[in-house]
């Protein structure tokens, strides 16, 4: 059964500190992953990664895939108040529009 | 900035009653979906669909349906409501299946409350 997993569920930190959030996945013909932010109501897009080794990188986001190790993993630097939210890592199979969402990490950044 | 809709935003009713959760979007996409979401818990998916006419059920057994007469247009309806379909339900939508467009648009959402 394809699955997502992220780890750690919930993470608290101060500002201006860095984090590492990490999603890892057991999925049939792998063709993409996504990282999410979702803050009160709907997620909002950050990345899609689908090559190996190569970072993506927004601001203080940066994100990188391992599709040997099936992992990603989703960094910010220098963090902030308004990066306190749940990030939702998702997979995309071949010959399927579905996402398989992870349950999420809770983020909070206190000042 | 998507453009992706969904009415109403918040909504509380009573058991037994009728409801349509209305989602739109401008953006001309083929695929559209529903998930189903409960405070602080994963993103469940409970249908899909690839265009006009065309619906399928998600991952998570819902008691609600839903239909695509247009393409803009992909309402989710609940003959019956009760206490048990109180939750957050989101809608999505994506324009195709070409690695570059596989991202999903989701709407804001909308909170109902059956009491």
């Known amino acids: 059964e394809d699955k997502v997993v992220q780890s750690p569920l919930s993470l608290v930190v101060h500002e201006g500190d860095t984090v590492t959030l990490n999603c890892s996945y057991e999925?049939?013909?792998?063709?993409?992953l996504l990282w999410y932010k979702q803050e009160k109501k709907a997620p909002t897009f950050l990345f899609m990664l689908t090559s190996s080794g190569i970072e993506k990188k927004s601001g203080r986001l940066s994100s990188i895939l391992d599709k040997k190790e099936l992992f990603s993993i989703l960094n910010i630097t220098a963090t902030q108040t308004g990066d306190s939210a749940v990030y939702l890592c998702?997979?995309?199979?071949?010959?399927?529009?579905?996402?398989?969402f992870g349950t999420g990490t809770r983020l909070q950044v206190f000042p | 900035e998507a453009d992706i809709y969904q009415t109403p935003r918040y909504l509380v009713i009573g058991t037994g009653k009728k409801i349509t959760l209305e989602c739109s979007q401008t953006m001309g996409h083929d695929k559209m979906y529903w998930y189903q979401q409960d405070p602080g818990m994963e993103l469940h998916l409970i249908h899909y669909s690839y265009g006009v006419n065309s619906t399928e059920k998600g991952d998570l057994s819902s008691e609600s349906t839903v239909s695509r007469i247009r393409t803009e247009h992909f309402p989710l309806t609940l003959e019956s409501a009760r206490p048990s379909h109180t939750s957050q339900y989101l809608c999505?939508?994506?324009?195709?299946?070409?690695?570059?467009?596989?991202?999903?648009?989701f709407g804001p959402g909308t909170r109902l409350t059956v009491l």
């Open positions: 999925v049939t013909n792998f063709r993409s």
């Open positions: 998702a997979v995309e199979a071949y010959n399927t529009d579905k996402l398989i």
């Open positions: 999505a939508s994506s324009a195709g299946t070409s690695v570059l467009y596989n991202e999903q648009f």
